[in-house]
């Protein structure tokens, strides 16, 4: 099976292919079920292809499949061929296992909708284009579902395309993602020119020979320039928030499986070329804290359901970036695998707030439904408690262990920590507030849409309380120093080309460890009472503290005015550029102006000419004997 791995994606394919071309004679039903089942045939093709992996012997969990010869010219070649190791196999499962839930509660939330069938496609094929990225043996390969991703992202964000916000949602992640995908293109030109190879294996095995640090510096920050761009840091974040236009389970699948973990698993794949540049290392750390220290900031005083989640999606992309940029590869990744169950999870539940609530997101809007949706108020709950860090679920176990790292490692510290645990009591505070506004108090919902309100059908709620169990037992995986079988399965994987180990001392400290995770508990625990105080006990005190505060509040309440910032430096110099200067100057004066002028002498000179062509028989035969007189003076002269 594990030769079979090209399965995986040739399914998602499969089913873009159906319903993308026959969606016109498929009933909504059967656009669902096909787009769903071909997802469904993914995880199970890669539960049993990681079963038997489980079966090797740790030095033989390395295995590259060609399936076809690409490109091959002189020595070099490109394959498309699909890898199979402890990372791959990790991420498999997460997309197909989380993309399969979020199919099939899309069945229930895009009852009616008259596109089902392009937006099952879509979803298929972004499927498709993650597991290619994923899966890609080389660096080719890897770009072209990287570009697959941002291609998907595009359409279905703008989904709804006859609402022009949501159309200019979808255009601005597109274009934002076109400026970080240069700098991966860039990236990959070096690569090339200087290993003469884009296969991975190739190029990570020379990494220590062929790099200096200058060459190692700029490969690495021109990759993460790319990674900043998916994976929205600093200073690309700016189109996830806005990608909330298109649907719910869209949004879901972005966050938690496909596109955002895309640069977090670039960035740990290419750790033996990060691992040569001490500058690129830090640049990454420094990156990681500052995206989600901004981001949890913006949460707090968001009032847009799906937008304090966006933004808790962005804190979190940072905390991996700090893992990778310690050189915790493997805690990244296992925040990865958390946070794709809890952030699913929370976007699904949001969806579920949404569809009782006839699509509304404002959370002032809504209030006291706890009694009228309690599948739902469990459900988000459980989602809410591990992305705060509560012990002993998901999210505390991989947070707590980014913690840890980040204060053990040479390219971290104490202040690191610090700058961590705070983050962490603003997402405990964040996550409760969304709770306490959406769940609690007295209810705020127009009386329109309060008659109407019922939870979700069963096809939507089942996928929300698998969710809900995989965030809150998913970390015990990764119990640190008991039973952590996640990351001494990616062991091999960051040992290959590299036997570093940053942390090793910190493995003996237990003690202190233990101290830490409780002070880390201790914050995230502040954090929800915090917002207990500010939204159950007391509901008048945010309005009291916004306005004593006016200019913090307002300043975080325009998102740093960083939208503004890039309008007045990017945005209009340029569309003042291609207005006045290549519109209006080089396109009218001169390309037009030149064509124009050209056809006008032309015009000009034809109507001399038509002067000549009279059709009197007299005056063409005057003409000839003008002619036979000029000629005949010619030769009397000469």
Not at 95 to 104: D, E, K, M, R, S
Not at 376 to 387: H, I, P, Q, S, W
Not at 579 to 584: G, T
């Amino acid at each position: 099976m594990i030769d079979l791995l090209w399965l995986v994606p040739l399914f998602p394919l499969l089913g873009f292919l159906v319903n993308g071309i026959g969606g016109h004679r498929i009933s909504e039903r059967q656009a669902g079920v096909i787009g769903s089942a071909a997802i469904a045939a993914s995880f199970l093709t890669a539960v049993v292809i990681f079963w038997q992996f489980l079966g090797l012997p740790e030095s033989e969990r390395y295995i590259s499949n060609t399936v076809y010869t690409w490109i091959e010219t002189g020595d070099f070649s490109v394959n498309i061929g699909f890898l199979a190791d402890p990372l791959s196999m990790v991420m498999l499962l997460v997309v197909t296992g989380v993309g399969t839930l979020i199919h099939i509660y899309s069945i229930g939330y895009m009852h009616g909708d008259a596109g089902i069938s392009r937006y099952f496609a879509y979803l298929n094929l972004f499927t498709f284009s993650m597991l290619l990225l994923i899966l890609a043996d080389n660096f080719l390969l890897m770009f072209v579902g990287w570009e697959g991703v941002g291609l998907c992202s595009y359409l279905l964000i703008g989904f709804w395309f006859e609402n022009d916000d949501y159309a200019y949602a979808g255009r601005k992640a597109f274009v934002v993602n076109r400026v970080g995908d240069f700098g991966f293109l860039l990236g990959m030109f070096l690569i090339f020119t200087h290993f003469g190879s884009l296969n991975f294996d190739s190029v990570f095995g020379q990494a220590a020979l062929v790099l200096n640090p200058g060459l190692a510096t700029a490969i690495c920050l021109l990759l993460f320039v790319g990674a900043t761009g998916k994976s929205a840091q600093i200073p690309l974040y700016v189109w996830l928030p806005d990608a909330m236009a298109g649907p719910t389970p869209v949004s879901a699948l972005i966050h938690a499986a496909t596109m955002v973990t895309a640069g977090v698993y670039m960035v740990a794949r290419c750790h033996a070329l990060f691992l040569q540049s001490a500058v690129a290392m830090n640049v990454v750390t420094i990156i990681g804290i500052a995206t989600a220290f901004l981001a949890a900031t913006i949460a707090l005083v968001s009032n847009d359901i799906k937008k304090v989640l966006a933004y808790s999606t962005i804190s979190q992309l940072g905390y991996m970036f700090v893992a990778c940029g310690v050189g915790a590869f493997g805690a990244g990744i296992f925040h990865v695998n958390t946070h794709a169950y809890f952030k699913a999870l929370l976007f699904l539940s949001a969806g579920s707030v949404m569809h009782s609530l006839q699509n509304e997101t404002d959370m002032r809007k809504m209030g006291g439904l706890r009694s009228k949706l309690p599948t739902t108020y469990r459900v988000f709950l459980t989602g809410a408690l591990a992305l705060a860090g509560i012990p002993f679920l998901s999210g505390f176990f991989s947070k707590d262990e980014i913690l840890w790292k980040a204060l053990n490692s040479p390219y971290g510290g104490f202040w690191l920590w610090l700058l961590g645990a705070a983050v962490a009591g603003l997402t405990a505070f964040y996550t409760f507030r969304l709770i306490f506004m959406t769940f609690f108090g007295e209810s705020r919902v127009d009386e329109e849409v309060a008659a109407h309100i019922h939870e979700s059908p069963r096809v939507m709620t089942v996928p929300l309380i698998v969710l809900a169990v995989l965030s809150a037992l998913g970390g015990l995986i990764g119990i640190p120093h008991l039973f952590n079988q996640f990351e001494h399965f990616l062991d091999p994987v960051f040992t290959r080309y590299t036997h570093i180990d940053y942390f090793e001392n910190a493995h003996h400290l237990v003690g202190t460890e233990v101290i830490f995770m409780a002070i880390s508990a201790l914050i995230a625990v502040l954090g929800v009472g915090f917002a207990y105080l500010f939204y159950v006990a007391r509901p008048a005190l945010p309005g009291q503290i916004s306005t004593r505060f006016r200019a913090i509040y307002a300043f975080m309440s325009n998102k740093w005015y960083v939208d503004e910032l890039y309008n007045t430096l990017i945005v209009r110099p340029l569309q003042v550029l291609a207005d006045v200067v290549l519109w209006r100057w080089v396109d009218i004066k001169m390309i037009d102006g030149f064509v124009n002028q050209t056809a006008q002498s032309i015009g000009r000179f034809s109507e001399l000419l038509r002067k000549s062509e009279t059709g009197i028989v007299q005056n063409y035969a005057l003409s000839v004997a003008l002619g036979v007189v000029v000629l005949f003076g010619y030769f009397l002269l000469s």
